[in-house]
């Protein structure tokens, strides 16, 4: 599963009555506009997100979800706020359960992943995990960082560049969100 060919395109919601049995794959290119948390992370910049997703049933009776997602984003360093590219990367290995009380019976193989209803929205399954596999900050290269050494001896002075930004910190936006998601 290292390319998203022989896949369909991400559709807007699939069936989960229908989608494991017919074994739906889907994948391809996913632009920042359909994945908005992760966009409110980022920084102006380098972007492309690319993800495939396989469902299908195992031996077991479990509806499973697989597959990969992998991005290039650009965030804001946290020591000097100029973009800083990152490549994340994840494979996603889910089992689709109905509720918490069916979640916590699944072996460990799986993460849960919980709807209640029929209709599931791929792309959402897509960023959660992109939001997952972000680092909670990041930093250049202490060579390369923007951020020089005399800012480093002059904490006032970078205070004062710090509230010049007037953007909310995306790596507690970041936080807030992983917190809120996960209401186990
Ligand atoms: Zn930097």
Known sequence: MSD?????????????????????????????????????????????AEAKLVFSNDDRGRRLIEGWVRAQVSVACQRCLMPLELSIADD????????????????????PWIEPEFKLDPVQIVEEQLLLSMPLAAYHEIEICGASQTQFDAPEASK??????????????LKELKMSGSSD
């Not at 359960?97 to 799986?110: C, G, I, P, Q, Y």
């Open 92 to 111: 996603i290995r889910l089992a689709l359960v109905s509720d918490e009380d069916k979640a916590s019976k699944l072996d460990d193989d799986v993460e």
């Open 4 to 48: 998203s060919t022989n896949s369909a395109p991400f559709p807007h919601y699939v069936d989960t009555r229908k989608v494991f049995s017919q074994k739906g794959i889907f994948g391809g290119e996913l632009s920042k506009d359909k994945l908005p948390r992760l966009a409110l992370m980022l920084a102006d910049g380098n972007f492309k």
């Open 160 to 173: 004062a560049a710090a509230q010049d930004k007037s953007e909310p910190n995306a790596f507690a936006i």
